[in-house]
């Protein structure tokens, strides 16, 4: 069967330093993946998705980058928190065309 | 472009009360429609699904129908219990835009015993 992992599952952070989250499928082959960003009390925004290793799309202008090195392997970066990183960040992937989309349990980043 | 629109909470409830938490949709094409749920500290998990109008989704009790007239997609149970509480969100993907997830605000459900 098909998983997905996040980690790490929390992370404190100062403003300014860097941030590597990694995402990973297992099970399938070629998922399509996803970042999203919750912030407080807010919906989810789609930030990335990557259709392949090496494609990544970005839906909105932000202080994060996303690389896809292997096809089941999703990292979001950034070389400079700011306080407004900070927020619940999900990863997910799907299959093909179907558009049913599958969570990880998610980082909860807080920049302080 | 797509859009969702979902009732603000948080909604309270009594146990066995019945819930309806209202989605309304904007989409330029023939969006499918989903409810997600995302317990406390947890990712999301697909509540339930419709993919043409007036299919109905189901699951755990919960139901929404696809109303294309109102482009609506209502989620409702009819006895909410305690373990029920947790954020809903309504979403729609649309073929004319890469099946790509549109999700709404949320809507948080606590459930009192």
């Known amino acids: 069967s098909q998983t997905i992992h996040q980690w790490p599952a929390t992370l404190v952070q100062p403003v300014g330093s860097p941030l590597s989250l990694e995402c990973t499928v297992e099970?399938?082959?070629?998922?399509?993946l996803y970042w999203y960003r919750q912030a407080a009390g807010r919906g989810l925004q789609l930030l990335f998705y990557?259709?392949?290793?090496?494609?990544i799309s970005s839906e909105v202008p932000q202080n994060l980058s996303a690389s896809r090195p292997q096809d089941r392997q999703f990292i979001l970066s950034s070389k400079k928190l700011l306080l407004s990183d900070s927020g619940f960040y999900l990863c997910?992937?799907?299959?093909?065309?179907?558009?049913?989309?599958?969570f990880g349990a998610g980082t909860r980043l807080s920049v302080l | 472009g797509n859009s969702v629109t979902q009732m603000e909470g948080p909604v309270t409830l009594s146990e066995e009360a019945f819930l309806t938490i209202n989605c309304t949709y904007t989409a330029t094409g023939y969006p499918s429609l989903f409810w997600y749920v995302q317990y406390p500290g947890e990712g999301l998990q697909l509540l339930l699904k419709a993919t043409k109008a007036d299919d109905k989704g189901s699951n755990k009790g919960f139901e929404a129908t696809y109303r294309k007239e109102t482009t609506s997609f209502h989620l409702e149970k009819g006895s909410v219990q305690v373990s029920d509480s947790a954020v809903y969100f309504c979403?729609?993907?649309?073929?004319?835009?890469?099946?790509?997830?549109?999700f709404g605000a949320g809507t948080i459900l606590r459930v009192k015993s």
């Open positions: 099970g399938t082959s070629n998922p399509n």
């Open positions: 997910a992937w799907s299959v093909g065309n179907k558009n049913i989309q599958y």
């Open positions: 979403a729609l993907s649309d073929m004319e835009y890469g099946n790509k997830l549109v």
């Open positions: 990557s259709v392949g290793i090496g494609q």
